[in-house]
């Protein structure tokens, strides 16, 4: 009944909320969190409690000024037992007067990289007071005399958080189609240069250099749309085995969440940087709006799950799959290639070749993360110090088996689909899926050239593969940007709008700063004036 009372206050408004995990001493070790709750069965309430400066809930979005309810994630003790991380609703602000209650101490936490809008704020309990039924008890339970009924899984407690790495997929899929039409139709604006003397200067989109950098951005998008889609089929099979009582897919889940939201999210953000770049100048107006499309991407590196500790969540599924594998038990079916123990076939230039090549990458940097962290150990290492030696390797080969999962997904799921496209839409889109391919080979021909049988020829064809292809996609790039149909009030940015009018916009925009109000700003007579009259 938690959910008929909170569920319905949530949809219609009544309540603002916010999740209130990290605090300022703890973001990515959830079992060091300091913020408790005690539970005092004489008033069936529990006590919520900061007992340091380190306990505040910090960064919590919209925790500042905006939210009067949150999900607070305390340490649960009751009978002198800590229990764990546990998740409680908790009102935090009146919701006449928006006051915040007595022992509540809520604020903003100051200016950042950009996320300006997000009020992130902090949030510090003084024996605060909150009814037993706060603790949101799907998972584990308290009965009134403080009895705690425990979870069938403790990792269900952090559900929430494989939920919202799922979602972040598709979106860092939005903001590439964001950047990618802004620095692609600025790029056929925009004409520079005089390459050929005898010719006017051509747009930029023309530039080779320029293709390069902005196309697989393009792709990209599409990559992780059709992968965040799978994605999030996968949670709903999962999650339905979940409400029956069977978590034996979760673990397959959350290590692929996690090396999909860390390496999609670092993508987003190094590409939508290279989009800024590729805009010169303009890129880095505010108006352009890619500066801000920067740090909206930048910061999903970190929330959710700072990419690093993700992608070792995924390398600890991988090496627990190789051991089991090892011992001929069955493996999932995303990990299930690690077990290809067949000869390393002759290497093929082609999408299967490439996908294939990546499988053999990332399996062969498994074994030998298993083989380094044995071979530590068997010389009286501790497990968690050859797991640290290692931890450079495992974040290689988690980031390997993401590309794998990413290309085999993409390459599948846009063959299913072209048989119901027209031909020249599908030859488009099979045109991206290849220069996705061939882009990441090139990039990590270094693994290919150690784990396959690529041979330096092979490297010099896909070079060539792909600048044949920045030159077929060339001719339809502005159409397939227009076809994310972006309307510019979404797009928010003077590059980017479909008219194309940037000079205008730009100036339009420069005009509306208020240091434009007036000839003289008074910063001349206050300071410049003075000082070169030598009074300052
Ligand atoms: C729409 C878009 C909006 C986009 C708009 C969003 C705006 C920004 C909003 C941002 C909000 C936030 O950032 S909210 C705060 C986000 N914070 C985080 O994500 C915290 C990250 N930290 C963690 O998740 C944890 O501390 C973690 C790193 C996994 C370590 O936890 P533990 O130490 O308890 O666990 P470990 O010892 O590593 O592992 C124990 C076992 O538990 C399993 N396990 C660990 N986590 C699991 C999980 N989530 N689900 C299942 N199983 C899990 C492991 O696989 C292990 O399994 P075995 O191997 O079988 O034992
Ligand atoms: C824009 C934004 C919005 C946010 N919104 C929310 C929100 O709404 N609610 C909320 O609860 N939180 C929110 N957060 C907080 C976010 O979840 C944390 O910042 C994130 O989980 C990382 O934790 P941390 O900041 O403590 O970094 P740390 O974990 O301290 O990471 C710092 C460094 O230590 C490294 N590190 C840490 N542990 C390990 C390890 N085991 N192995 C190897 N390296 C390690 C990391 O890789 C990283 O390089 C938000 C953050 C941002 C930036």
């Known amino acids: 009944e938690q959910q008929e009372k909170w569920v319905p206050r949530a949809v219609n408004m009544e309540i603002i909320g916010t999740y209130a995990q990290t605090e300022l001493g703890h973001g990515t070790f959830l079992r060091g969190l300091e913020t408790t709750a005690t539970y005092d069965p004489n008033t069936e309430e529990f006590v919520l409690n900061s007992p340091t400066l380190t306990a505040y809930k910090w960064w919590p979005g919209g925790l500042a000024h905006t939210a009067n309810h949150c999900v607070v994630v305390a340490q649960l003790h009751s009978k002198g037992v800590n229990h764990g ?28 990289l950009s996320f ?14 909150v009814p037993r039924d706060s603790m949101l008890m799907k998972n584990a339970q308290v009965l009134k005399d403080g009895t705690y009924v425990k979870s069938r899984l403790s990792k269900l407690t952090y559900g929430t958080m494989v939920f919202i790495r799922v979602m972040i997929v598709t979106d860092m899929a939005y903001y590439l189609s964001v950047g990618a ?23 930029i989109l023309d530039y080779v250099t320029q293709q390069h950098k902005l196309f697989i951005a393009l792709a990209s998008s599409h990559a992780f749309r059709v992968t965040g889609q799978w994605l999030w089929t996968t949670f709903v099979r999962v999650n339905k085995a979940l409400t029956s009582g069977n978590a034996d897919t979760l673990p397959e889940l959350h290590a692929v969440a996690c090396c999909l939201k860390a390496v999609t999210t670092r993508d987003a953000a190094s590409m939508v940087e290279a989009c800024r770049m590729s805009c010169g100048g303009h890129g880095y107006m505010t108006s352009s709006y890619l500066p801000i499309l920067y740090g909206i991407t930048t910061a999903a590196c970190t929330y959710e799950g700072e990419n690093t500790v993700l992608l070792l969540q995924t390398a600890r599924s991988l090496v627990k799959a190789w051991q089991k594998g090892s011992k001929g038990k069955p493996l999932s079916p995303t990990e299930a290639y690690l077990m290809d123990k067949s000869p390393v ?4 230039n082609t999408l299967d070749g490439i996908i294939a090549g990546f499988r053999r990458v990332s399996a062969g940097k498994v074994q030998d993360c298993v083989s380094k962290i044995d071979k530590l150990v068997k010389m009286g290492t501790s497990y968690e110090d050859a ?35 027209s031909p020249p839409l599908a030859r488009v889109l099979h045109q991206l899926v290849h220069l996705y391919t061939v882009y990441w080979a090139l990039e990590r021909v270094g693994d290919l050239l150690l784990y396959t049988s690529i041979a330096e020829r092979d490297v010099q064809e896909l070079q060539q593969q792909y600048e044949d292809l920045l030159q077929k996609i060339r001719p339809n790039t502005v159409g397939l940007v227009d076809a994310f149909d972006l309307r510019d009030e979404i797009l928010n940015s003077t590059l980017g709008a479909y008219d194309g009018r940037v000079y205008e916009r730009l100036m339009e925009e ?27």
């Open 85 to 112: 991380v546990h998740p409680f609703i908790v009102q935090i602000r009146d919701e006449d007067t928006h006051m915040p209650l007595p022992g509540v101490k809520v604020g903003e936490i100051g200016p950042k």
């Open 116 to 129: 300006s809008t997000a009020n992130n704020g902090f949030l510090g309990f003084d024996n605060f007071r």
């Open 181 to 203: 039409t802004i620095a692609i139709r600025y790029s056929a604006v925009r004409h520079q240069s005089k390459p050929k003397e005898n010719e006017p200067e051509p747009q």
């Open 345 to 348: 076939p002759k290497w093929e």
């Open 387 to 421: 797991w640290n030696q290692t931890s450079v390797r495992l974040v290689a080969a988690s980031e390997a088996h993401s590309r794998a999962v990413i290309l085999a997904t993409f390459r599948a799921e846009v063959s299913r689909a072209a048989a119901a496209l």
């Open 510 to 536: 420069a005009l509306k700063s208020p240091l434009n109000a007036e000839p003289v700003n008074q910063s001349f007579h206050k300071y410049l004036k003075p000082f070169m009259q030598g009074k300052l």
